[in-house]
């Protein structure tokens, strides 16, 4: 399965006059947009046009001599991380896209206005012109506006609808528009602020994986005429892309990544002069998009503009401007993060409850009896307890819970006894022998349980038992999956880590068995929390894609696994 620089290397020698425009083409001017552009394509102010094969000679002959405007430039390539920079040498070096002519590069990041916008204008070789919407990159700012445009205009929606109306107006032929991400969104609702008489110009806009205009935003007027030119593609694990959307109008296109990774458009799946489309969603993305539209559908304007602004002036906290600055030493840490959304609470609060309640209500078709009776379920709540416990009173954890298996101990001997009584006090013989063993057994664990010191070593071997036989449990799983799933690669190293982090507590349980090592007790403890609320998780999760899904292969769903489909007809 190709992407698109392997569709550029085999089309490449093909002009647009020789085979016409197709959906990959989209795409690949979509990718363009990506790229930093600045000073090698004119912008609107400056007019003019030069050729792909132009700008990329003027990229490789730049060298700035000046540290200022290096540093300048190594900002914009962190910011700007999609789309490879060598992917424009890819485009100048074949036929079909080296002579088209780019125009009106606009690319601006306006921290005080709240905009982050970018966009270019193509023209090709058939005579077509494209528009091309950059999609979010990695600053703070582009990643608000995507929430943002859950509940208002946003300034790059109207720059966008602005410069579409300017191409239009400068140039002749027919016109696509098109992005990737929020450009997708951005070329959706400039064509849906053309004026009428110009629409007839516009012969397809393409949202590759753009979030739809929310209620707020859309006009019904021209739902009709978009619903003809729209073409939407989002890949197997699409969860941006179908925000505010009816999936049922939708591509649904293979990817060679995996999980919201597959979100990034050189990772598709090409197959000719089209994209390899599968049957249907991933079973997961449904349920995180069934997630999303609960709260969409709870969640008041008010409330999305509450927890966006808390989150997202939380991650400037320090003065970052990219999201890969947030966790540096120089723009603060994750801690002023959580400390700065600690301070907004009294904000978010409302709409953290709509969330909780929208998974609720996303998963209320697990069957919670069905979910304990799996033995996973039940070993990770039996951990959780018991993990809880440890946390919370490491000091006396080892010699209640001794106590505790103690007790159990004699109830069973004591019930065994009244049991074996009762049915057998006619049979003299074996009662009085049966009897004498039953109670000097009681008598033993009552004098165990007067001494709670003497129950540290047993129950610290009994415990070290236990979390050896996890490890191996852990670790044969570990095994399987790996075997299941060749590109599981993350739930392995999880497993393994499990397994490992396992029988080390193992080790020391035993090697410590006659003393009581708070410290080490929290440690468990810890261990068995979190490994038990994650096989919780997982189960259920599992339970309720199968639950929505129809889905039968668990297996499948505990990994994530790369997308396969079928060429489209």
């Known amino acids: 399965m190709e992407n698109l620089r392997g569709y550029v290397r085999w089309r490449g020698d093909l002009s647009f006059a020789e085979r016409p425009f197709n959906v990959v083409d989209n795409l690949v001017l979509c990718a363009l947009a990506y790229l930093d552009l600045d000073g090698l394509v004119p912008t609107g102010r400056d007019g003019g046009s030069v050729t792909v094969a132009h700008a990329a000679r003027a990229w490789r002959d730049r060298d700035p001599d000046d540290a200022s405007e290096r540093r300048l430039r190594d900002r914009d390539e962190r910011r700007l991380t999609v789309v490879p920079i060598d992917f424009l040498d890819d485009l100048a070096g074949s036929a079909r896209f080296a002579d088209a ?42 990643w ?32 696509r528009v098109g992005g990737h991400s929020k450009g997708g969104n951005l070329a959706v609702y400039a064509a849906m602020r053309l004026e009428p008489q110009h629409r007839d110009r516009v012969r397809r806009v393409y949202s590759n994986d753009g979030p739809g205009l929310s209620p707020e935003v859309a006009d019904p007027e ?12 989002v890949p197997e694990f699409g969860v941006i892309g179908l925000l505010f959307d009816d999936a049922a109008s939708t591509r649904v296109v293979a990817s060679r990544a995996r999980g ?7 990772t598709w799946g090409v197959e000719g002069t089209d994209l390899v489309e599968v049957d249907a969603l991933s079973p997961r993305a449904v349920l995180i998009n069934q997630t999303f539209d609960a709260w969409l559908e709870q969640a008041a304007p008010a409330d999305r503009r509450d927890v966006t602004e808390a989150f997202f ?22 801690e002023s993060v959580v400390l ?43 951990a959780v307890v018991v993990g809880s416990f440890f946390t919370i009173v490491p000091r006396v954890a080892l010699q209640v819970l001794g106590s505790l298996a103690v007790f159990v101990l004699v109830v069973v001997a004591a019930t065994r006894l009244w049991l074996y009584y009762r049915r057998f006090r006619r ?53 399987r999956v790996r075997a299941a799933h060749r590109r599981a690669r993350g739930s392995v190293a999880l497993l393994t880590t499990s397994a490992v982090v396992s029988l080390l507590l193992g080790v020391v349980a035993w090697s ?49 696994r790369p997308g396969g489909g079928r060429r489209a007809t």
């Open 512 to 560: 410590t068995a006659g003393r009581v090592l708070p410290l080490f007790v929290l440690q468990v403890g810890q261990y068995l929390l979190l490994s038990g609320l994650l096989e919780l998780f997982l189960t259920s999760y599992r339970q309720a894609v199968r639950a929505r899904s129809g889905a039968d292969d668990l297996d499948e769903l505990w990994t994530l």
């Open 427 to 479: 049979e003299h013989r074996l009662t009085v022998t049966r009897l004498a063993l039953w109670v000097a057994v009681l008598a033993g664990v009552v004098l165990g349980i007067a001494h709670l010191g003497a129950l540290v070593a047993p129950t610290n071997v009994l415990l070290g038992l236990g979390l050896v036989a996890n490890a191996w449990a852990t670790g044969q799983r570990a095994l």
């Open 260 to 266: 919201l990774i597959q979100h990034d458009l050189m």
């Open 313 to 334: 002036g939380a991650l400037r906290h320090g003065g970052a401007e990219l999201v890969l600055d947030v966790g540096s030493g120089e723009y603060g840490s994750y």
């Open 222 to 233: 021209a739902a009709p005429w978009l619903a003809q030119v729209v073409e939407k593609t």
């Open 144 to 175: 608000q506006e995507d929430f943002t445009m859950s509940f208002e205009v946003m300034p790059s929606q109207e720059h966008a609808a602005a410069y579409l109306a300017a191409r239009v107006r400068e140039t002749s032929g027919p016109v």
């Open 340 to 382: 700065a959304l600690r301070r907004s609470g009294g904000k978010v609060r409302r709409s953290a409850w709509l969330g909780t309640r929208a998974m609720l209500r996303t998963v209320r078709g697990i069957d919670v009896p069905g979910l304990l009776r799996q033995r996973a379920a039940a070993r990770a709540a039996l």
């Open 101 to 142: 002519r780019l125009s009106a590069y606009v690319d601006t990041v306006d921290t005080a206005g709240g905009m982050q916008f970018a966009a270019v204008t193509a023209r090709l070789g058939d005579g077509s012109t494209f528009v091309a919407y950059r999609g979010t990159d990695n600053t703070i700012l582009g």
